[in-house]
């Protein structure tokens, strides 16, 4: 027959795919309701863990990044619960401002500063799955596409001359780091290899690579000087 509901406010992980609730050989139903998130303000906390302050709108976001100056805070995510769009936001840490990036129906992730702190590069899906794009503070023209490819591709950093963008491709045999020249617009593989590599971030100097790795067969982090990658730690 007909599906027909028999129970409201389920719980549900939508990013996970994911429902909570069972059902028993005997009829029974099992389930938690309420919502899986809260919406809350970004924490600022010392390196200590000791909290010192909040900022933005509450919300649900993720991967939170300062800009090169250390003043604004760039995120993304949502301000409503159950909401499956997800935008770029920018706090500013000395006032109340917040500029909401990103307005549209497309998903937008992974938000990540350009070297001059003048715009954002981000993971956006306009076609299907993720490509990166940039997009100006000032909020000016539509976002700019840079780097598509198939399968999903996220940025994950910029070197400090702001000359080279690392993205993460997802593939469907794992992950990939791609290491995009901005000028050129060629893209090479940061290494080769039956493994996964991911989340490459440069250090400020720009002389060193930091990344996570399962080369060794677990999940682990590794360092590597750049451009040349040679021992790596």
Do not use: C
């Not at 027909?4 to 992980?13: S, Y």
């Amino acid at each position: 027959g007909a599906a027909k509901p028999i129970a409201d406010g389920v719980m549900e992980l939508r990013g996970a795919a994911y429902a909570a609730f069972s059902a028993s050989a005997t009829g029974r139903l099992v389930l938690h309701s309420g919502d899986s998130q809260a919406l809350v303000p970004l924490e600022l906390r010392d390196r200590g863990g000791q909290r010192v302050g909040t900022i933005g709108t509450p919300g649900i976001y993720r991967a939170p990044s300062f800009s090169p100056d250390g003043r604004w805070i760039a995120t993304t995510g949502s301000t409503q619960l159950r909401d499956d769009n997800s935008d770029v936001w920018i706090f500013d840490r000395r006032s109340p401002t917040v500029l909401h990036l990103t307005v549209g129906p497309e998903e937008e992730a992974e938000s990540i500063w350009a070297a001059d702190g003048r715009s954002i590069y981000f993971g956006s899906n306009p076609k299907g799955p993720h490509d990166v794009f940039r997009k100006s503070l000032d909020g000016a023209g539509s976002a700019e596409l840079v780097y598509e490819a198939p399968e999903m591709q996220m940025p994950t950093g910029v070197s400090p001359d702001g000359s080279v963008l690392f993205v993460e491709s997802l593939t469907g045999e794992g992950a990939v780091t791609e290491v995009h020249d901005l000028a050129s617009g060629q893209t090479r593989l940061l290494r080769e290899g039956r493994f996964d590599d991911s989340r490459a971030v440069p250090s400020p100097d720009g002389r060193w690579l930091a990344f996570a790795s399962n080369e060794s067969g677990r999940p682990e982090v590794y360092v590597a000087p750049f451009p040349g990658l040679g021992r790596t730690w």
